[in-house]
């Protein structure tokens, strides 16, 4: 039998007298590390989850994205890139209209 304070060989793992629960070795300052951990990640959730309900909330109102103007500088309006389409009478599909 091991002495006090001493490992024992017990197979191929060393046991010390304490048993398993010593080799976890929880302490005060693991426990806050863990809480805070647990907060960050539940604070974090809940933030993302109403920020989705703030997209859907919008979406659902019709709010749709921004126009930002593209990424090459111009401000380029809405109109020029909207295509108007009318449906043709004959063959039921929708075609651009011709601008002037």
Avoid: C, N
């Amino acid at each position: 039998m091991a002495r006090s304070g001493e490992r024992a060989v017990h197979g191929s793992s060393f046991m010390t007298e304490r048993g398993a629960a010593g080799m976890f070795g929880l302490s005060l300052g693991k426990l806050l590390v863990l809480a805070i951990v647990i907060g960050v990640v539940w604070f974090g959730w809940k933030r993302i989850a109403a920020l989705g309900q703030a997209l859907q909330r919008a979406a659902s109102q019709g709010a749709g994205p921004r126009e930002t103007g593209g990424g090459s500088g111009g401000k380029a309006s809405l109109d020029d890139k909207t295509i108007d389409l009318v449906k043709d009478p004959v063959t039921g599909d929708y075609k651009p209209t011709k601008r002037d």
